[in-house]
């Protein structure tokens, strides 16, 4: 997919005067935040199961290629092909060779956010093959020609009656007096719309959220039930998966779902969990003939071995976004690329480069909340840091900003100087912001006083207090 | 394939950037031992218990999710259930079955005169089928069912109404314990080609968050527990 995380800054003005994304937006903490709470309160082992999840992760990770080689071993051994694609261009290739090797003209698609990443859609269509999203939200956004703006709820940016518009422009065969109002009648069309596209499709593709290297199983979660018409009724069945989805065994995958759905949802367990192992078997009376297993690199295996190796613990829950205070005021969209929220600010930089991303790991409060409720505990906020650090390294950190941190560490190095300053600056503020202790604007602050006042400090520095308090 | 990597290559790119050797006998041994032990981590307190304790937990759970239970004493009263839900909900007095043992053997002439009984995979046209579990999971209210000729998936998702038999004695606390079951019966290492985890009808929340049953699977999930 094209990235406008390069210009993410304009991305987020745009974001914050679009009133119908704001009040879409409102729904978010309403949402998700409570539903996770809640079921997290309902079971006493949730934090002791997360600590279980990140040890299987960080096991699997630490033997990938082992786990990998025995993965492919199972599939093949029950009649599916596994094939390896280092890049998204690969990746693109492999399954347009697939389709048309099946003679496929018609594809229906499992929501998967790999097929964001290697942006599969407008690849097929270029090979002259129609890609249906069956996934509600994702059915939406395709409409509309757009993308996802959340990893698990594709099209929460949008509202009920954007929905209805764009309903009656693009199922014109349908009675123009029809009732469209309730969300209930929205999904039933919906329903009827794509029923006939399951049934009319050559190759269903989903993506996974699990790899079992036990069993050679592919595992989706879905609640809509669309991956499970999307691969069972076609002749062909593509699943599309990243090298970081293996986990060893059944009682692992069980261990991983138990903070999965809680987490993104809310939800005990999702309505649906399929676990795939290839083609019809004999005397099968339904199922795909054929199974075929994309497995994705696209720069992950650089993030092998590195600081950045916890990220690939991430399972895709989207907690990290539902929490966050920058993602619920700008939504997905403004971050410019596939992965939103704090889980993106740290994947991005590393598949697309941090020349591109540099902006997203600066946005951030560091309120922690995305660690905090992280099922697989990825350390977020310090590998942004790190983002941070790179950037500067990089020289790719604007001027200005390279020049204050400059001067600020040329005192900061030397404390009595910085101790003297501080303790004029502070007692300078307090006396320009008289009784009201606030500054309506300031020289040099001008970013933060055009939108609120700046508190000012009380009168001495914190050092000055602590050495004043002192017995 | 030309398009696509070759394996070796593919991971070999994985051993250097862990910088490992594929031929650390270590590794491998941990690797294998971790997949033969199967072991089970931290299963949650809320799942053991007694047969009384699973059932009560797995209605519970289903019921939550909008799941309709019944239950009876013995399978020859699941016609006569079937007719009555079906009737209930003025639904088609209509019926598609796999080539489930049980199932083909109930006496539906006699439970339910006025049920046409099909058999076979689901058809885009049929309102109503009927799958026997492999096993029910307490834990979150989860039916387990398998593929293949005896409960076809398409039976799962294509029908707007889906009822499924799960004998009491396949109530099992933990999808750990399922998972035990399964390699009872298909055998250590190997699945049935489609292992469907259903728990509660189809559900979307991308409008408005706002949750709506039967988005594109069953609206409705009717469960009928047999026995005690």
Redesign the interface.
């Known amino acids: 997919m094209e990235t406008s995380s390069t210009r993410f800054p304009a991305n987020v003005r745009e974001a914050f005067a679009d009133q119908q994304l704001q009040r879409?937006l409102r729904?978010v903490p309403?949402?998700?935040i409570k539903k996770r709470a809640a079921a997290r309160d309902r079971?006493?082992?949730f934090d002791?199961?997360r600590d279980?999840a990140r040890d299987?992760k960080n096991?699997t990770l630490?033997?990938?290629?082992?786990?990998?080689?025995?993965y492919?071993d199972?599939v093949e051994a029950?009649g599916g092909s596994?094939?390896?694609?280092?890049s998204a261009d690969?990746a693109r290739?492999?399954i347009i060779?697939l389709c048309k090797g099946l003679g496929a003209r018609t594809v229906t698609k499992g929501k998967s956010m790999i097929a964001e990443e290697i942006d599969l859609n407008t690849a097929l269509s270029a090979a002259a093959i129609t890609p249906v999203e069956?996934?509600?939200?994702e059915y939406?956004i395709q409409l509309r020609g757009e993308h996802p703006s959340h990893i698990i709820?594709?099209?929460?940016h949008l509202?009920?009656d954007q929905?209805e518009a764009d309903f009656r422009r693009v199922h014109s065969h349908l009675p123009r007096d029809r009732v469209l109002e309730e969300?209930?009648s929205?999904?039933?069309e919906?329903?009827q719309v794509?029923?006939e596209k399951y049934?009319a499709s050559d190759v269903g593709i989903t993506g996974a959220n699990f790899l079992i290297?036990?069993?050679?199983?592919s595992i989706i979660v879905t609640?809509?039930?669309?991956g499970?018409?999307t691969q069972?009724?076609p002749k062909a069945h593509i699943v599309l998966a990243s090298?970081e989805k293996l986990v060893?065994?059944?009682?692992?995958v069980?261990?991983i779902?138990?903070v999965l759905a809680r987490s993104a949802?809310g939800?005990?367990?999702?309505?649906?969990?399929?676990?795939?192992?290839?083609?019809?078997?004999p005397?099968?009376?339904?199922?795909p003939e054929h199974y075929h297993v994309?497995?994705l690199?696209n720069g992950r295996?650089?993030?092998?071995?590195t600081q950045f190796q916890d990220m690939l613990r991430c399972i895709r829950c989207g907690a990290c976004l539902n929490h966050c205070p920058v993602y619920q005021a700008i939504g997905g969209h403004a971050y410019g690329w596939v992965y939103p929220g704090p889980m993106g600010s740290v994947f991005t930089p590393s598949l697309i480069g941090i020349d591109k991303a540099g902006h997203l790991p600066n946005a951030s409060t560091f309120c922690g909340r995305c660690e905090e409720v992280c099922p697989m505990r990825i350390p977020l906020p310090k590998m942004m840091r790190a983002w941070r650090e790179r950037e500067f390294e990089a020289h790719l950190t604007p001027q200005s900003v390279r020049w204050g941190l400059g001067v600020w560490g040329f005192f900061v190095r030397r404390p009595a100087l910085y101790r003297l300053l501080t303790g004029i600056g502070a007692r300078t503020l307090s006396a320009m912001a008289g009784r009201r202790g606030r500054l309506k604007s300031l020289p040099l602050a001008g970013g933060w006083t055009a939108w609120r006042d700046l508190p000012a400090p009380s009168g001495e520095t914190f050092m000055a207090q602590w050495k004043a308090k002192k017995p | 394939m030309t398009t696509s990597t070759s394996k070796d290559e593919f991971i070999e790119r994985l051993r250097r950037s862990l910088k490992v050797s594929g031929d650390d006998k270590a590794r491998r041994q941990a690797v294998a031992a971790r997949l033969a032990a199967h072991a089970p981590n931290l299963v949650p307190e809320r799942a053991t218990g007694d047969a009384a304790h699973r059932t009560k937990l797995f209605i519970e759970q289903a019921s939550a999710v909008q799941t309709t239970i019944d239950q009876v004493k013995t399978a020859a009263a699941i016609p006569a259930a079937v007719a009555h839900y079906l009737r209930q909900h003025n639904l088609p007095q209509a019926l598609r079955h796999g080539a489930d043992p049980l199932l083909k053997g109930l006496p539906w002439k006699k439970g339910a005169p006025s049920l046409a009984i099909s058999e076979g995979r689901a058809d885009p046209a049929d309102d109503v089928s009927i799958a026997h579990a492999f096993a029910g999971v307490a834990e979150t209210g989860t039916l387990i069912l398998c593929s293949g000729a005896d409960n076809p998936t398409t039976l799962n998702f294509l029908p707007e109404t889906h009822i499924v038999v799960l004998e009491a004695g396949d109530l099992v606390g933990t999808y750990e314990e399922a998972w035990a079951r399964l390699r009872a019966r298909f055998g250590e290492g190997v699945m049935p080609r489609t292992v469907n985890m259903i728990t509660g009808p189809s559900r979307t929340g991308d409008i408005e968050q706002t949750i709506e049953l039967g988005a594109h699977g069953p609206r409705r999930l009717h469960v009928i527990i047999v026995g005690k």
Request: charged share 20%; hydrophobic share 35%.
């Open positions: 879409a729904n309403t949402g998700f079971l006493p082992e002791r199961l279980a299987i096991h630490a033997h990938l290629d082992l786990y990998l080689e025995r492919v199972k029950v596994v094939h390896f694609c280092t690969q290739a492999t060779d069956t996934d509600l939200g939406i709820a594709p099209a929460v509202n009920k929905v969300a209930s929205l999904v039933n919906a329903r794509l029923r049934l290297a036990e069993t050679g199983t609640n809509e039930g669309n499970d018409l069972t009724l090298i060893p065994t059944l009682e692992d069980s261990t779902l138990r949802t939800q005990e367990f999702s309505s649906y969990t399929t676990l795939s192992t290839g083609p019809r078997r005397g099968d009376p339904d199922g994309v497995i690199d295996s650089n993030m092998l071995g």
